[in-house]
């Protein structure tokens, strides 16, 4: 006797409803539709852009959407975002809610630069209210690329997938050379243990380098973290540049 596991389909005033056909063999698409995405891509990347051409340097700050005003998380993030906006850094989040939009609230706190990367969601995220200046992406590989263009240190605070992925994203180009040797710090020792442990899993099984570890700092201290991005101003001469807009480009601040 043979079972089979396949769902029937869905009845329609008696009838089958046709469902779309998924083309696994199809190969690429036409030359046409590529271009099309091309060029929809590099469109995201000019409204990026012309949006945060005035940032100045920035410190991003990746971290959940999901921790409400009431988490200590919350808290400690604003805390952290105010004394490193006091530096003379710009304050660069993924623009959403949580923890991000605390970070954005630390920099306005002290009159420092707030700006935002967000992400266009199916249920959509809003931008914050603490930031300055936004831009509306689609492609998170488009979003990741806009935040560490313009970051000149990267700080982790609790969060989840999203938040792993701009972390490791900035760890391998620092790793590989293909940006400078930046400031990252992870901010939270107990939310981020078993991330940790996992780390010295991957060195003491030699997929990464013992001097890796220096790459990044772990720490629960403001000062500490703050200490750490200060340095950077001096090793790269990092100094805020005032770039006046061209009205001729329709650029504003």
């Known amino acids: 006797m043979i079972t089979s596991f396949r769902k029937p389909p869905r009845e329609t005033h008696g009838l089958p409803r046709r469902q779309p056909d998924i083309r696994f063999l199809e190969g690429p698409r ?15 990347f000019i409204r ?13 700050v990746f971290g959940s959407a999901r921790f409400p005003e009431t988490s200590p998380y ?7 975002s105010a004394e490193i906006a ?24 002290v009159g420092g630069r707030s700006v935002g ?13 603490y930031l300055d200046k936004w831009v509306n992406i689609r ?7 806009l935040l560490i263009k313009y970051s000149y240190a990267f700080v982790i ?19 590989t050379g293909k940006i400078k040797h930046f400031p990252v710090i992870i901010f939270g020792r107990e939310f981020h243990h078993e991330l940790l442990e996992y780390i010295e899993k991957m060195r003491q099984r030699k997929t990464i380098s013992d001097g890796d570890l220096d790459l990044f700092l772990v720490t629960d201290s403001v000062d500490e973290a703050v ?25 504003g601040r």
């Open 157 to 175: 605070v609790p969060g989840g997938f999203g938040t792993l992925d701009e972390f490791f994203e900035a760890m391998t180009l620092i790793q």
């Open 74 to 80: 919350y808290d400690q993030t604003r805390r952290l």
């Open 48 to 60: 990026g852009f012309r949006a945060l051409h005035f940032s100045g340097p920035c410190v991003a």
């Open 227 to 251: 200490d750490r991005i200060s340095q950077a101003i001096a090793q790269h001469g990092l100094k805020h540049v005032e770039r006046k807009p061209t009205w001729l480009l329709g650029e």
């Open 30 to 44: 036409s030359r046409w539709d590529d271009l099309k995405f091309v060029v929809d891509i590099a469109w995201e």
């Open 117 to 129: 990367c967000n992400i266009v969601l199916p249920l959509e995220q809003e931008p914050n209210p």
């Open 139 to 145: 492609y998170f590989f488009v979003r990741k690329t």
């Open 86 to 109: 006091k530096l003379g850094f710009t304050i660069m989040t993924g623009g959403g809610p949580g923890l991000m939009e605390a970070a954005n609230r630390g920099a306005r706190d």
